[in-house]
């Protein structure tokens, strides 16, 4: 079973290393000596081992994954490059040609001005938080001593055909039976890692494409535009008659849909659209896991389908983990991480749109039925910037979200916490009146913010 690190993190957040580029921890010094510790960390055995790296669009990407290139090489690492790729597909792509570990560079959701590293094992599986104190403990060691001798530093190679192979793994889990013909799909790509591959899935399975976000100049990626802000996605399946829109965001592992009405579906929606039909089909396992975002009118749905709901922290490592102790093959969160643990290993934006894709087909209903199957309760999100851990400890605080707590009773729910890749404190209120539950957000950022 992963624990979560209760210490001080130096490094890593809730997904990987993340942080402004060119400022700490997002320098080249930093991220090559990522690279060194990790390649020691993961040297075990006499044979070639090897790092798979692929990256998103942002301008820093080339930076640091020169940077960690050197430090793989320097410890006796070979590198492979796939260049802009989904993070789903450096996961695949670390299982079929039996990396050591692969790494993908990329802040995911954030602007330009962001980016992070993540590390995935053998399996393709997100790092533990005990692995990566283990790797920051090396990190701000003497790293000479890992040196390779000169006959055993690494080699670097561009793999050509990268891209080829995640669209045939991902073409795979659709159904082979369904074809997309006569679907019109509004695809935004959040100028961003996916940005040649997803409109050339959709395509190759017959659909009509208008692609959105497919332009990437090292700037723009998720600005505007993608999962983060899916409005211009809605506008253009309104405009073009589409069927439905798909939104990733900058590395593909998140995804959040519309209907044909322009109706936004968020990723509690989509999983309860899949694990529907899932449990329909007999291919459900052991329920779903979700976090404690996901909004709670899913959850009374779910009982009402008689598919029990199981609540992890939040992060997708840790859906991951809960799904592994209770057996389950499909989870996700709110923001749109989808992971079925019976095609991927982390969230995959793609081929959990081709799943309600097959939905559609399936039941032959469009998107505002089968998977509008419940409406949301009313859930306000804020951020308050620049504000650490610590604040949660202070009394006033702790009183401020007690009170709001017990005045809000079994109505709803209210969530406080740290951000894990930005400085900032979260506030989630949910409740069945948005004046009363938007009241109480303002308090509690009020009484953070104090």
Known sequence: MQKKYLGQKKYFGTDGIRGRANSSPMTADIAMRAGMATGALFRRGEHRHKVVIAKDTRLSGYML??????????????????????????????????????????????????????????????????????????????????????????????????????????????????????????????????????????????????????????????????????????????????????????????????????????????????????????LLKGGVVATHMSNLAFEHYLTTQKIKLWRSDIGDRYVVETMRQQKCNLGGEQSGHILMRDYTTTGDGLIAALQVLAVMLEENTPLSVCGRLFEPMPQILRNVAGQSAEKLKNQEVKQAIASATEHLGNRGRILVRKSGTEAKIRVMVEGEELGEIEGIADSLCGAISA
């Open 65 to 282: 994954e020169s940077a960690l290139t050197a430090g793989f090489l320097s410890v006796g690492i070979d590198v492979f490059l796939v260049g802009p790729l989904p993070t789903p597909a450096v996961a695949m792509l670390t299982r079929s040609m039996r990396a050591d570990l692969g790494v993908m560079v990329s802040a995911s959701h954030n602007l330009y001005e962001d980016n992070g590293i993540k590390f995935f094992d053998a399996q393709g599986e997100k790092l533990s938080d005990a692995m990566e104190q283990l790797i920051t403990e090396k990190m701000d060691s003497d790293l000479s001593k890992y040196y390779a001798p000169p006959e055993l530093i690494g080699r670097a190679k561009r793999i050509d055909d990268a891209r080829g192979r995640y669209i045939e793994f991902a073409k795979a889990t659709f159904p082979k039976h369904l074809r997309l013909d006569g679907l019109k799909i509004v695809i935004d790509c959040a100028h961003g890692a996916a940005y040649q591959i997803a409109p050339l899935i959709l395509q190759e399975l017959g659909a009509e494409i208008i692609a959105l976000g497919d332009h990437p100049d090292g700037f723009n990626i998720n600005k505007d535009c993608g999962s983060t802000f899916p409005f211009a996605m809605c506008d253009a399946v309104v405009a073009h008659k589409a069927q439905l829109g798909i939104a990733l965001d900058g590395d593909a592992d998140r995804v959040v849909m519309c209907d044909e009405n322009g109706r936004l579906l968020d990723g509690d929606q989509i999983l309860a659209t899949i694990a529907t039909a899932w449990k329909k089909n007999g």
